[in-house]
């Protein structure tokens, strides 16, 4: 199982970046891809998922209004477009990932087995 990152940028307070996570070795199918941050100093935190399967998505309140996840399935790669961008969504962002087994899907860090290196993503005008 492979997850790489991509896209992280210096983006301005009120901006966009899309970032992608390039999955390999295992059936896309089959699994929950979630989307991570962790800020300086701080704990990493869930920021969306999907049940790849049947397109379910979740999104952390502080997502909910301003990031969207989408798949490309042809790509194997999941992205996570983020719009109107605030200095507190300064991090670097993970994807991870595990195989689907129950209702839902989590935005807890240790229900994931994979996770790619990250990208650093930094709003500053």
């Known amino acids: 199982v492979q997850l790489v990152e991509s896209g992280g940028d210096l983006a301005q307070p009120g901006g966009s970046l899309r970032l992608s996570c390039e999955a390999s070795g295992f059936t896309l199918e089959s699994n929950i891809i979630a989307w991570f941050r962790q800020a300086p100093g701080k704990e990493r935190e869930g920021v969306a998922c999907?049940?790849?399967?049947?397109?379910?998505?979740y999104y952390s309140s502080s997502a909910a209004e301003r990031f969207r996840l989408f798949v490309d399935r042809a790509k194997s790669t999941i992205y996570l477009q983020m719009n109107d961008l605030e200095v507190e969504d300064t991090a670097v962002y993970y994807c991870?990932?595990?195989?689907?087994?129950?209702?839902?899907?989590?935005?807890?860090?240790?229900?994931?087995?994979?996770w790619g290196p990250g990208t650093q993503a930094t709003v500053s005008s």
């Open positions: 991870a990932t595990v195989r689907h087994s129950g209702p839902g899907c989590p935005l807890q860090n240790d229900q994931y087995d994979y």
């Open positions: 999907i049940i790849i399967a049947d397109d379910i998505k």
